[in-house]
């Protein structure tokens, strides 16, 4: 990430809204600013699907592993505020084949890492769980709350957004699906 490039255009900023760049409260803020966004921006050259360490159970486990509750941070691409929430992720393995419970999680950061829109979390976590452990199925819920419509805009704070993305046998197995949705919900 080009720290310096963030922190010559943080002080434009700063000056296009009428401040004083150099005055003693802003003077280091264009540098703090540039570090967060090194944090928060740090899913941009993440592979998510790095972090999906594959191993197997000899049981070959084939009922749903659910992580629900992860809480997560992301910036919206529209307004580069924040929205954050809850991502519940659920997959249905195939063969034994699995990966670590707080790999779900990992997968959930990166990929909230970067200017993003609700949708995309929730497709992308989902297709990385898929492509990496070829399970049986692929469930993920997104619940969320955008600044860019509590603080500004249409203002209507509290308001939640839910987007879930379903693969595998969640689309085709409307049992599987309910009752994946079902724990999710409590
Ligand atoms: N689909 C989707 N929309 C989002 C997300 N985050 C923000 N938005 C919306 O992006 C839209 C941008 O609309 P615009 O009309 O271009 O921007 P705006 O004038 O700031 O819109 P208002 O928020 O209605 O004032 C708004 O409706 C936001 O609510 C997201 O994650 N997914
Ligand atoms: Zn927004």
Redesign the pocket.
């Known amino acids: 990430m080009d720290r310096e490039r963030i922190e010559k255009a943080i002080r434009e900023i700063l000056f296009a809204i009428g401040e004083d760049p150099d005055r003693e409260g802003l003077v280091d803020t264009p540098k703090r600013i540039a570090k967060m966004y090194g944090e928060i921006f740090g899913g941009m050259k993440v592979d998510p699907k790095d972090h999906l360490q594959v191993f197997f159970q000899e049981e070959k486990h084939e009922e749903l592993v659910l992580v629900k509750d992860i809480p997560f941070y992301s910036t919206?691409?529209?307004?580069l505020v924040p929205?954050f929430g809850k991502a519940h992720v659920g997959y249905l393995p195939k063969n034994g084949k699995l990966t670590g419970l707080s790999k779900l999680a990992r997968v959930v950061d990166d990929v909230a890492k970067r200017p993003?829109?609700?949708?995309?979390?929730t497709c992308s976590v989902a297709d990385a769980i898929m492509e990496v452990l070829d399970p049986h199925g692929v469930i993920v819920v997104v619940e969320?709350e955008?600044m860019?419509?509590t603080m500004?805009?249409?203002k209507k704070p509290g308001s939640k957004?839910i987007?879930s993305a379903v693969r595998g046998i969640f689309n085709t197995d409307a049992k599987a699906r309910s009752e994946a949705m079902t724990l999710i919900k409590f």
């Open positions: 919206c691409e529209h307004h929205f993003q829109l609700q949708e995309r979390i969320a955008h860019c419509m500004r805009g249409i957004t987007t």
